[in-house]
């Protein structure tokens, strides 16, 4: 029980890096407020969530069609029976 509520994220091991809770290492609204601009930039990110939310569904999309246009003959990507389902 413990091994699965670590790797579920459910509990967390302070000073530890694979099982620390993430939310221990985001920025205060302070200095978010004083960085944003600085961070985002360094990132290249847009700073507006509507631009990448944008460009993240052209993407997906792109993804998706390739993916379908490609389904018959990938070698990676399959459904396959297996009990007669």
Same mark, same amino acid.
């Given at each position: 029980?413990? +091994?699965?509520s670590?790797?579920?994220?459910?509990i967390?091991?302070?000073?530890?890096?694979k099982?620390i809770?993430?939310?221990t290492?985001?920025?205060?609204? $302070?200095t /978010?407020?004083?960085?944003?601009?600085?961070?985002?930039?360094?990132?290249?990110?847009?700073?507006?969530a509507?631009? $990448?939310?944008r460009?993240?569904?052209?993407d997906?999309?792109l993804?998706y069609?390739? $993916? +379908?246009k490609? /389904?018959c003959?990938?070698?990676?990507?399959?459904?396959?029976?297996?009990?007669?389902?």
């Amino acid at each position: 029980m413990l +091994i699965q509520s670590l790797n579920s994220h459910e509990i967390f091991v302070h000073g530890s890096i694979k099982f620390i809770d993430p939310m221990t290492s985001l920025l205060d609204e $302070t200095t /978010w407020s004083q960085q944003k601009d600085m961070l985002l930039e360094q990132l290249n990110l847009p700073s507006s969530a509507e631009v $990448t939310i944008r460009s993240l569904q052209k993407d997906l999309s792109l993804s998706y069609s390739e $993916t +379908i246009k490609n /389904w018959c003959s990938s070698k990676i990507a399959r459904i396959e029976k297996k009990r007669g389902k």
